[in-house]
């Protein structure tokens, strides 16, 4: 605008209160929004990535009941090429103990690594079977010879003793051998 007076422009306004203290134009506000929708995202994507940190954490620092040792069985009571049905490490959890040729002791959670149905000892293959899905594993290790399993089967430490008995010392889980 023309100064009346023939001085030249005159000078701008000075800008209101409100506009010092909320220095933002109606574009500027969809900006702040965009920006501190970012910033919730990034604090959400950080809190989730610090709980599954805390998750892993914790997993692998949960102590696992690996049992105490304890008799199973008198092995003149389990002959050659059968098996013996017992609980191991805890009351819950079923295992099976073969008594190979050889005096082979071999132990392990009688858990299909499958979906959890219970195996049991063939004498006549000389291996473990699954009935659900005709899983087929080797009772010396507990390897998946055939059938959907991927992993071999819980193996429980065990040892004869001098009187005779069969002790489970540890259940060493799916590790392999
Ligand atoms: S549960 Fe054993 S083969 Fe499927």
């Known amino acids: 605008m023309n100064d009346p007076q023939g001085g030249g422009q005159a000078p701008p306004p000075p800008d209101p209160v409100w506009r010092?203290?909320?220095?933002?134009?109606?574009?500027?506000?969809?900006?702040?929004?965009?920006?501190?929708?970012?910033?919730?995202?990034?604090?959400?994507?950080?809190?989730?990535?610090?709980?599954?940190?805390?998750?892993?954490?914790?997993?692998?620092?949960?102590?696992?009941?690996?049992?105490?040792?304890?008799?199973?069985?008198?092995?003149?009571?389990?002959?050659?090429n059968q098996a013996h049905l017992f609980n191991y490490p805890t009351g819950a959890d079923p295992a099976i103990l073969f008594h190979l040729p050889g005096r082979r002791l071999r132990a392990f959670s009688?858990?299909?690594?499958?979906?959890?149905?219970?195996?049991?000892?063939?004498?006549?293959?000389?291996?473990?079977?699954?009935?659900?899905?005709?899983?087929?594993?080797?009772?010396?290790?507990?390897?998946?010879?055939?059938?959907?399993?991927?992993?071999p089967l819980g193996r429980i430490d065990v040892e004869l003793r001098e009187d005779g008995m069969v002790w489970a010392l540890a259940a060493l889980g799916e590790r392999s051998r």
């Not at 940190?53 to 040792?69: C, F, I, T």
């Not at 858990?111 to 293959?125: A, I, M, Q, W």
């Not at 699954?130 to 998946?144: K, L, M, S």
């Open 110 to 151: 009688q858990k299909c690594t499958h979906l959890g149905c219970v195996v049991y000892f063939s004498p006549e293959s000389g291996g473990v079977e699954c009935p659900c899905h005709e899983g087929h594993f080797d009772a010396d290790t507990g390897e998946v010879l055939s059938g959907p399993p991927q992993r």
């Open 20 to 80: 010092r203290d909320f220095p933002y134009t109606s574009a500027g506000e969809d900006e702040v929004t965009r920006r501190e929708f970012v910033r919730y995202l990034v604090l959400a994507c950080g809190g989730f990535a610090a709980g599954n940190v805390g998750v892993a954490v914790w997993a692998s620092l949960r102590s696992v009941n690996r049992g105490e040792p304890r008799p199973i069985v008198a092995l003149d009571q389990l002959p050659e």
